[in-house]
Nanobody
Framework: VQLQASGGGLVQAGGSLRLSCAAS????????MSWYRQAPGNQRELVAA???????NYHSSVKGRFTISRDNAKNTVYLQMDSLKPEDTAVYYC???????????????WGQGTQVTVSS
């Protein structure tokens, strides 16, 4: 299984970006999917998460500005980021719990990361 993240880039403060993360490989189902970020010198932190049923959770610093969603038919999770701030600058990573086969246990995977830079 591979998670391919895309959509990062350079944007001015107040702008928007949309991140995508597509899972490929042997996948029976995707369970919990999430986005993390890591800024230089900081620990990786959970930004947003979504269950298979669509329940979402957000870090307090992004509530009201970021929206996580998923397309189960495409095995893809998205992160719409609006009203971006310089402090949102980080490498963003997607993460997913994957059930490869019906009888398999869940396996956790990370994407490769995509850089988001917000200029002031």
């Amino acid at each position: 299984v591979q998670l391919q993240a895309s959509g990062g880039g350079l944007v001015q403060a107040g702008g928007s970006l949309r991140l995508s993360c597509a899972a490929s490989g042997t996948i029976f189902s995707l369970n919990f999917m999430s986005w993390y970020r890591q800024a230089p010198g900081n620990q990786r932190e959970l930004v947003a998460a979504i269950t298979s049923g669509g329940t979402t959770n957000y870090h307090s610093s992004v509530k009201g500005r970021f929206t996580i969603s998923r397309d189960n038919a495409k095995n893809t999770v998205y992160l719409q980021m609006d009203s971006l701030k310089p402090e949102d600058t980080a490498v963003y990573y997607c993460n997913a719990d994957v059930r490869p086969k019906p009888s398999s246990s869940l396996v956790n995977y990370w994407g490769q990361g995509t850089q988001v830079t917000v200029s002031s």
